[in-house]
């Protein structure tokens, strides 16, 4: 409820001192352009949060794309979802700069987060190509209003007997509610843009980047702590890298595969199981690409290329600028 002017005369405020108009000695202009989406968005947090030019903008960045089967859809339904609710989000798929499985992972994550920054997004959520989205999931991270967000992580594979749910430290359980926790595994991680601020832009370096324990301790520095919401739950459906629980041979022959399928295997876009192709709307390409969240063609366009498939929007736009 907003205070009134009876209230705070009622509290003893004097008259001379309430700012109820444009006349007033202390009334100074001040006026963003929000959309009436993002105003109701805020709700009360608008009350307490700083202006920006797009609150709570998100930039949703993807380490690579080697898609798990069932998570690409997941993925563009989630971000759908959110700007059906009228969010500003953004997609960008982090281009693989690994020689090696995972040695550039650390700058994969950079560029992320310098992406965020400078393309003023508010938020950053930064994702593997394993988790299994919810539509739900980002919207519920961010709720909380924290500068560092994780979700609680379910591992579907169960690689390693007895450890499937030690993803955190301590241990948690699920739908138990907002712990803060020393480490936490970062398949699916959530920042407010302004942490970074405080670490810089290079928090997750430039090679393999910080593991689970390292991250903590940087963001620990500054006074930043990992905060995971146990509510919101999802599924990973790989395990997390342990590279020490295998043998020598065991580890270079999943390096040997890993690398062999980025070069050579198609990415797995495919729509969700039961998609109906009549009520498309061009969310899937004449290459049978899901991309309900504006597709991939706006890119190549900045980038001065033709679209691989255009959708039936965009050919009619390119027939009018040429008649």
């Known amino acids: 409820m907003r205070t009134t002017k009876a209230d705070l005369i009622a509290l003893g405020v004097k008259e001379s001192a309430i700012i109820d108009r444009e006349l007033h000695p ?6 963003w352009p929000l959309t009436a989406p993002e105003t109701a968005l805020l709700g009360h947090q608008g009350y307490y949060r700083h202006a920006h030019l797009r609150p709570n903008g998100i ?24 700007e059906r609710k009228g969010y500003t989000i953004a997609l960008e798929e982090i281009g693989d700069s690994c020689t090696l499985p995972a040695d550039k992972i650390g700058q994969m994550r950079t560029q992320a987060v310098t992406l965020a920054v400078d393309g003023g997004a508010e938020w950053l959520f930064m994702i593997e190509n394993d988790v299994l989205l919810e539509e739900d999931t980002l919207e519920r991270l961010m709720a909380w209003d924290f500068p560092v967000m994780f979700p609680y992580l379910i591992d579907l594979e169960k690689r390693h007997p007895g450890f499937e749910n030690h993803l955190t430290a301590p241990l948690l359980q699920p739908r138990t509610g907002l712990y803060a926790v020393l480490t936490a595994v970062m398949s699916c991680m959530l920042f407010n843009t302004r942490v970074f601020n405080a670490t810089g832009l290079g928090l997750f370096g430039d090679h393999y980047g910080p593991n689970e324990f390292h991250l903590s301790q940087k963001l620990n520095h500054v006074g930043h702590r990992i905060y995971v919401d146990t509510n919101t739950v999802v599924n990973l459906a790989r395990s997390p890298s342990r590279p020490r629980t295998r043998t020598w041979d065991e580890y270079w022959a999943s390096q040997k595969a890993t690398f062999e399928y980025s070069r050579h295997e198609e990415r797995d876009r495919r729509p969700p199981p039961g998609y109906d192709p009549a009520f498309a709307n061009d969310e899937v390409t004449a290459g049978g690409s899901y991309e309900p969240l504006h597709g991939t063609a706006f890119k190549w366009q900045q980038n001065g290329q033709q679209p691989l498939n255009p959708t039936r929007a965009q050919k009619r736009r390119s027939k009018r600028k040429t008649t």
């Open 26 to 31: 202390s009334f100074y202009e001040s006026s």
């Open 59 to 82: 930039l949703v960045a993807v380490i690579g794309n080697m898609w798990v089967e069932n998570g690409h859809w997941r993925l563009q339904n989630m971000c759908k979802a959110m």
